[in-house]
């Protein structure tokens, strides 16, 4: 009995393309799908048996944490999770951290940046004269208060 030749092309076709997949050698069952271990919950308890076993405190009572980079950007974790280990010189910061630039933080962080980071501020400060370099100050000080014609001390004396 012959086969006709599209179908034992298709046959070999089908052949080739699941040679790879076999376990064993040519009369095992082939593999069904591969299968990707996660652990993500015993990497949790492994670490945390790791930081038990260093002797890590919560320090409760921190709202936010910044982590200065070198190119001026900072890692920015708000309502954090602290544990320290003094002696072990290990802190340990958990939750949601954003990338922020300087900028974005400034009015509430200048407390918090030390002398390494006087520079990235320098930077920010001649920037910003820069891009405001066209008005003088003088001339936005008029601006600010309005002309009034009138002396209130002689209005009160009277």
């Known amino acids: 009995m012959t086969v006709p030749a599209d179908v034992q092309a298709a046959r070999d076709k089908l052949k080739a393309r699941f040679e790879n997949v076999r376990t064993g050698g040519k009369g095992t069952a082939r593999r069904t799908k591969v299968v990707k271990h996660q652990n993500h919950g015993a990497d949790d308890k492994q670490l945390q048996a790791q930081l038990k076993r260093l002797g890590v405190n919560a320090i409760p ?3 936010e944490v910044n982590m200065f980079k070198e ?6 974790f708000s309502a954090p999770k602290v544990q320290a280990s003094v002696a072990a010189n290990t802190y340990v910061i958990s939750g949601h951290g954003e990338s922020k630039r300087l ?3 400034l009015p509430g962080i200048i407390n918090q940046l030390g002398p390494d980071n006087l520079a990235n501020l ?3 400060a001649e920037s910003f004269v820069a891009a405001g370099g066209d008005k003088k100050e003088g001339d936005k000080a008029d601006d600010d208060i309005p002309d009034i014609g009138e002396n209130f001390e002689e209005v009160s004396k009277s």
């Open 103 to 105: 900028e974005e933080l």
């Open 122 to 124: 320098k930077r920010l």
């Open 61 to 63: 009572g921190i709202e």
């Open 71 to 76: 190119d001026g950007s900072v890692i920015h």
